[in-house]
């Protein structure tokens, strides 16, 4: 079956995006408003996306009737600051209760019950808890389409926690240990990130396109 993306409505866009782009990594994102408000809530259009400088994208998508923007996206648009956290297991109960559409004059620091860290480069307050956090700041927040802004971060500080690091000269990072979950298919549905396997990256072979004994159809 085709889908011809330029004709459905968002919705079904939406599910068939969510429910096949799967595992995805969860941003726990704290922002701090102009006000002073800590905002914490999390998103799963994350992803890396370079190394020189570091890069991160967050897809925020917009509130759905209005279509403005929602408090991460508006705190960091007008501060240029963010701090991504990512989410272990034992935070998974805190992250969901982020997820409630609170007033923007209510922290949800304070309504999940969340421990927070000061930054060092950036205003808003790190997770914790979170295995990693990234201090962030906005190098470009593009509304493409109506319902969403894609916000594109440098990260200028990386915070891990020491347990997680087995060997520091050289940043060997344990991290199957950092029990990090995801988002995956329909609503409410998570990932461990605990089942892994590993394939070495293969080298150049011409044999397999030259028909030879060791050439497969795969």
Same mark, same amino acid.
């Given at each position: 079956m085709q889908f011809d993306?330029?004709?459905?409505?968002?919705?079904t866009?939406?599910?068939i995006i969510n429910?096949?782009?799967?595992?995805?990594?969860i941003?726990?994102?704290t922002t701090?408003?102009e006000?002073?408000i800590?905002?914490?809530a999390p998103y799963?259009?994350?992803?890396?996306?370079?190394?020189e400088p570091?890069?991160?994208v967050?897809?925020l998508l917009?509130e759905p009737?209005?279509r403005?923007?929602?408090?991460? &996206?508006?705190n960091? /648009? %007008? $501060?240029?600051?963010?701090v991504?956290?990512?989410?272990?297991? !034992?935070?998974? @109960?805190?992250?969901?209760?982020?997820?409630?559409?609170?007033?923007a004059?209510?922290?949800?620091?304070?309504?999940a019950?969340i421990?927070?860290?000061?930054?060092?480069?950036v &205003?808003?307050?790190? /997770? %914790? $808890?979170?295995?990693?956090?990234?201090?962030c700041?906005k190098? !470009?927040?593009? @509304?493409?389409g109506?319902?969403?802004?894609?916000?594109?971060?440098?990260?200028?500080m990386?915070?891990i926690q020491?347990e997680f690091i087995?060997d520091?000269e050289?940043v060997?990072?344990d991290?199957?240990?950092?029990?990090?979950?995801?988002?995956?298919h329909?609503s409410?549905?998570?990932?461990?990130?605990?089942?892994?396997f590993?394939?070495?990256?293969p080298?150049?072979?011409?044999?397999?396109?030259?028909?030879g004994?060791?050439?497969?159809d795969?």
């Amino acid at each position: 079956m085709q889908f011809d993306m330029r004709s459905l409505p968002m919705a079904t866009r939406y599910k068939i995006i969510n429910s096949t782009i799967t595992p995805r990594p969860i941003a726990w994102i704290t922002t701090r408003s102009e006000a002073g408000i800590i905002n914490a809530a999390p998103y799963s259009f994350f992803n890396a996306v370079g190394t020189e400088p570091p890069l991160i994208v967050l897809g925020l998508l917009k509130e759905p009737a209005s279509r403005g923007l929602k408090n991460t &996206a508006t705190n960091i /648009i %007008a $501060t240029g600051e963010f701090v991504v956290n990512l989410v272990c297991e !034992a935070d998974a @109960d805190k992250m969901n209760q982020c997820s409630v559409d609170t007033p923007a004059d209510v922290s949800e620091i304070d309504y999940a019950g969340i421990a927070v860290e000061p930054s060092v480069l950036v &205003a808003p307050p790190r /997770i %914790a $808890t979170s295995p990693v956090s990234f201090e962030c700041r906005k190098v !470009a927040a593009l @509304d493409i389409g109506s319902f969403q802004t894609v916000m594109i971060g440098e990260i200028v500080m990386t915070h891990i926690q020491d347990e997680f690091i087995s060997d520091r000269e050289r940043v060997y990072l344990d991290t199957p240990a950092m029990k990090l979950i995801g988002r995956t298919h329909g609503s409410g549905w998570y990932v461990r990130n605990s089942d892994s396997f590993q394939m070495e990256r293969p080298r150049y072979d011409p044999s397999r396109l030259a028909g030879g004994e060791d050439a497969t159809d795969e």
